[in-house]
């Protein structure tokens, strides 16, 4: 199914009746290990995904399916305490609907986070990566349809979409926390099957250094109505067939918590700064 402005803008309605006057800035999207992040924002108003017209609800384990709106290291925040992934049976249009609709409320920062395998040999399990560019060849883009004017142009650029002016604040931020950050490219697959080990040499070949389920459809969407983004990969794993034993959710699950104290403090770091 295809949204409509309008159906945008009836969700962003909503939004404001119960936000009174407040205008979040930055949209924080957090993936595994860092929803807990939402429970710090300060004088905060929660707002279930299931209250908000056209929203859908998010099924994954561990996702709260809700909106933390308020303050955090002094920016006024929106963070989705639990996303939408394409594996759970949504459209990439579906995963990135509440991106469009925080730009309606005035946002024009996102800050999103997830957890990947490691397709990188260089890297180890635990290390933070930031993000400067994507590969996806599966499945229809999130703005495939009908182009929605309001929100940007049919055949949008995306040769910066991770913003450099961002990527350098969490250098810096990095530097400044004595915080390891690898860099790279992060690829799309739809799950919820890990990848083969041949999927994963060949993401390597085309130049991955991690391969996750998530954040492409976000920052697609995010790109093309003009947000600054930043993105960030917990490498929770190495990557199928680079070690020789089977993956399994508990293995990342068990990683995201582990490194949610020097994750969180990288974000709450760059949040701040930038
Ligand atoms: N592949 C895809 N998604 C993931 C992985 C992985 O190895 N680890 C955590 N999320």
Redesign the pocket.
């Known amino acids: 199914m295809s949204y409509t402005y309008s159906d945008y803008q009836e969700s962003a309605d909503y939004l404001r009746g119960v936000l009174g006057g407040f205008s979040p800035e930055v949209l924080l999207i957090l993936g ?1 290990g860092l929803g807990f992040l939402g429970e710090t924002v300060e004088d905060p108003v929660f707002v279930d995904y299931g209250a908000i017209p056209h929203f859908k609800p998010s099924t994954a384990p561990d996702h709260k399916g809700r909106f933390v709106f308020g303050r955090l290291c002094g920016k006024r925040v929106a963070v989705m305490q639990g996303r939408m992934h394409c594996y759970e049976g949504y459209s990439m249009e579906d995963a990135a609907y509440g991106v469009r609709v925080l730009r309606l409320l005035g946002a024009d920062k996102l800050v999103v986070t ?5 397709v990188n040999t260089d890297f180890s399990a635990g290390d933070l990566m930031l993000i400067t560019d994507h590969v996806k060849l599966f499945d229809f883009g999130p703005l495939r349809g009908e182009n929605l004017p309001e929100f940007g142009v049919r055949f949008p650029d995306v040769s910066t979409l991770y913003t450099p002016r961002l990527q350098q604040v969490a250098r810096e931020t990095a530097q400044s926390l004595g915080l390891t950050l690898r860099e790279g490219v992060y690829m799309y ?1 739809p ?1 919820p099957q ?2 083969t080990p041949a999927e ?1 040499r060949a993401a390597r070949i085309l130049g991955a250094d ?5 954040t492409v459809p976000e920052a697609i969407v995010a790109g093309h109505c003009g947000y600054e983004i930043l993105g960030v990969t ?7 067939g680079v070690l020789p034993r089977p ?1 399994s ?1 508990e ?2 699950n068990e990683m ?1 918590a582990a490194s949610a104290p020097h994750f969180s403090a990288l974000i709450l770091g760059c949040l701040e700064a930038m």
């Open positions: 595994s997830n957890a990947a395998g490691a697959f799950g890990f990848e994963v991690a391969v996750g389920m998530s917990l490498c929770a794993n190495m990557a199928a993956l959710g293995e990342v995201a």
